[in-house]
């Protein structure tokens, strides 16, 4: 089974990804997280996509739809978050799971307006350790510039900056929304209103899977 979470840079995706993979026992997957990653370690996937990470643009489509191809087990379920990013990502992923006799099951869209996304991002912080998710208004640190978790730094992601936070909501328009146009025109897409907090969206999302859950039951 293969799930996709779609949203604009801050709708909650990597929060929701990681609540939601937890309780249905589905593999995380997130591109942006394994860039991060990739980047801390100086490997050459890191290098190769560091420039584009930190100003705000897409790492091109051969380096990503590779890196998940190369993830992908087909005894595994998955939540994927951050992709597919682009219509060409979405063509060349199908054909790669084709492969692997899998296929996409459902894509749910955090659909948030865009100034809530701004104000969002802009208070958004994470631990530079453990990278656990922080947000200034809604849920900061108890100590701040502390990580709860792991006592680690607390800090802004560098393209959570008001102009790089700009240019990937550009990216996301451009983008990402002729994807859910594509996953809707294949029945795959469900809307989910992001603006609530947290638990509400956590619910709507859990709604949506439990769905897909109980139809595939009854196959
Ligand atoms: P995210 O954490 O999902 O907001 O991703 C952070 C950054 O990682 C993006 O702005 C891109 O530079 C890069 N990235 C993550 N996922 C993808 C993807 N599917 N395609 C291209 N670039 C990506």
Redesign the pocket.
């Known amino acids: 089974m293969i799930i996709i979470l779609l949203g604009a ?1 801050g709708s909650g ?2 929060t929701q990804a990681k609540l939601v993979a937890e309780r249905y026992g589905l593999t995380h997957l ?4 394994i ?1 991060r990653a990739e980047m801390a370690a100086k490997t050459s996937v890191g290098l190769k ?1 560091e420039g ?2 930190k100003s ?4 091109p ?1 051969s380096i ?1 739809t590779e890196m998940v191809a190369g993830r992908m087990d087909p005894a595994k379920k998955y939540l994927l ?5 682009n219509l060409e ?1 979405a063509h060349c992923f199908a054909g790669d799971l084709g492969h692997l006799k899998m296929t996409v099951n459902l894509v749910v869209y955090l659909n948030l307006p865009e100034a809530e996304v701004v104000k969002r991002l802009s208070s958004r912080r994470s631990c530079g350790k453990c990278g656990e998710v922080y947000n200034l208004l809604s849920s900061p640190p108890k100590a701040s510039g502390v990580c709860d978790k792991c006592g680690g730094a607390v800090i802004q992601r560098e ?1 959570d900056t008001e102009n790089t936070v700009r240019k ?1 909501l550009l990216v996301f328009r451009d983008l990402t929304e002729p994807l859910v146009a594509y996953y809707k025109a294949e029945g795959l897409i469900k809307e989910v209103d992001a603006a609530g907090g947290i638990d509400g969206v956590t619910k709507s999302v859990c709604g949506v899977i439990d769905g897909l859950l109980a139809e595939t039951k009854k196959k």
Not at 30 to 33: F, I, K, L, Q, V
């Open positions: 840079p995706k990597g997130s591109t942006g997280d860039f996509a584009y990470v705000g643009q897409l790492v489509d990503v978050d951050g992709f597919p990013r990502q393209d990937r």
